[in-house]
């Protein structure tokens, strides 16, 4: 079993940076897993943000965020981070970290393991 911990959110106005972290602990070899974050705003559907490849070779990102934020991994500090710059109010949301043994690029019910996320509120 994975245990997912997201941090780094906060508050912070439009056009300034936040860096999430996701520490993963638990489970098998951290290389093993490939790692997604979602997003989910309030009274809205929960969307697919960036996935990150077992090595970090391969990077995805949703058009929304492409050019703004940067997903990375350091598989030995069992660490995945979300850099995040020009923040848009629109980025407003709870930022979940989710993890599994596939690469399941944006493909929420596919996921093993989620965190419980991490609350990022941008201000106009």
């Known amino acids: 079993q994975v245990q997912l911990v997201e941090s780094g959110g906060g508050l912070v106005q439009a056009g300034g940076s936040l860096r999430l972290s996701c520490t993963a602990s638990g489970g098998r070899t951290f290389r093993s897993y490939a790692f997604n974050w979602f997003r989910q705003a309030p009274g809205k559907e929960r969307e697919f943000v960036a996935a990150i490849s077992w090595s970090g070779g391969g990077t995805y990102y949703a058009d929304s965020v492409k050019g703004r934020f940067t997903i990375s991994r350091d598989n030995i500090k069992n660490i995945v981070d979300l850099q995040m710059n020009s923040l848009k109010p629109e980025d407003t949301a709870i930022y979940y970290c989710?993890?599994?043994?596939?690469?399941?690029?944006?493909?929420?019910?596919?996921?093993?393991?989620w965190g419980k996320g991490t609350l990022v509120t941008v201000s106009s």
């Open positions: 989710a993890a599994d043994q596939r690469l399941r690029v944006g493909a929420a019910d596919g996921m093993a393991y």
